[in-house]
C-alpha cells in the first residue's frame, strides 16, 4: 500500500460545478496535511494546510479525519483557472522535515 | 521577500559536463530541499538540509552533490549525468514541519 494514495482522476467538470477529492494516508502518527495545487510546467504551490477542524479559504474547503486517515479538498463553483493538478502532501510524525506527496489529481473545468 | 529563486531557469548538459544548481530564498528558513519531478509524476526528495547540515539523503547518486553553503543559499552540483537525469529541478523551503514549502520555479535539465 502506498503511504499516500490519491483519486487517480482525471476529473472532468463543467464551470461552475462541485469537485472533492480524496487523499488516504497509511501512517497513524503523521503530523501535518497539505494540498498543493500546480499547473502544467509550473512548480507546486501550497493550496491549504489541513487541520482536524476543518478549514476553509473562500470556494475552498480542506477536511481531515484523523480515524479514517484521510484528507479531502471541496472546490465550490469551479472556475477554468482552477485547471491543475491538485497534489495531496503528508508530514509523518518521524523523518525530520520529509514529507511524502500523493500522486496527484488532474482537474479539467470545461466552459 | 516570500520567494525561492532558482538559476538557471533551463539547463543543457552533456553527459562529461559539470554544472551547477543554485536556489536562494530569504525568508528565514531553517530547512532547504532538492527534488526531482519527472513529467506527470509528484516530486521526489532528493536531499534536505536543516540548519545547513544534511539531514535526509534519499539514496540519490553520487553524480548529485549537494552544499549548504549559508541559510539562504542551496546549490546541487551535477557531474556525469545520465540522459535520465533529465527532469525538472526544484527547491524548497519552509520554517518547520507544520508550515508546509514554498518552491521555486525550477530547473528543467535535459542532459544529452
Known amino acids: 500500500r502506498k503511504e499516500v494514495e490519491q483519486d487517480p482522476g482525471p476529473f472532468n467538470v463543467p464551470e461552475g460545478a462541485t469537485v472533492a477529492f480524496n487523499c488516504t494516508y497509511s501512517?497513524?502518527?503523521?503530523?501535518?496535511f497539505f494540498w498543493y495545487r500546480q499547473d502544467c510546467r509550473k512548480e507546486p504551490k501550497l493550496l491549504m494546510s489541513?487541520?482536524?477542524s476543518g478549514n476553509e479559504d473562500g470556494r475552498f474547503t480542506a477536511q481531515l479525519n484523523r480515524a479514517s486517515q484521510y484528507i479531502s479538498l471541496l472546490i465550490r463553483d469551479s472556475k477554468l483557472s482552477d485547471s491543475a493538478t491538485y497534489l495531496c502532501?503528508?508530514?509523518?510524525?518521524?523523518?525530520?522535515?520529509?514529507?511524502?506527496f500523493g500522486a496527484g489529481t488532474r482537474l479539467f473545468v470545461k466552459a | 521577500d516570500t520567494e525561492v529563486t532558482q538559476t538557471p531557469k533551463h539547463l543543457v548538459m552533456g553527459m562529461t559536463n559539470k554544472k551547477s544548481l543554485k536556489c536562494e530564498q530569504h525568508m528565514g528558513h531553517r530547512a532547504m530541499y532538492w527534488y526531482k519531478q519527472k513529467a506527470k509524476k509528484p516530486p521526489e526528495l532528493m536531499f534536505v538540509y536543516s540548519y545547513e547540515k544534511l539531514s535526509i539523503n534519499e539514496s540519490v547518486p553520487s553524480r548529485f552533490s549537494p552544499e549548504c553553503p549559508n541559510s539562504s543559499l542551496l546549490n546541487l552540483h551535477l557531474h556525469a549525468l545520465q540522459p535520465e537525469d533529465s527532469a525538472l529541478y526544484l527547491c524548497a523551503s519552509s520554517q518547520d514541519q507544520a508550515a508546509g514549502y514554498t518552491f521555486g520555479s525550477g530547473t528543467r535539465l535535459t542532459v544529452v
Open positions: 502532501v503528508v508530514t509523518p510524525h518521524t523523518g525530520g522535515f520529509k514529507t511524502i
Open positions: 501512517n497513524s502518527a503523521s503530523q501535518s
Open positions: 489541513v487541520y482536524s
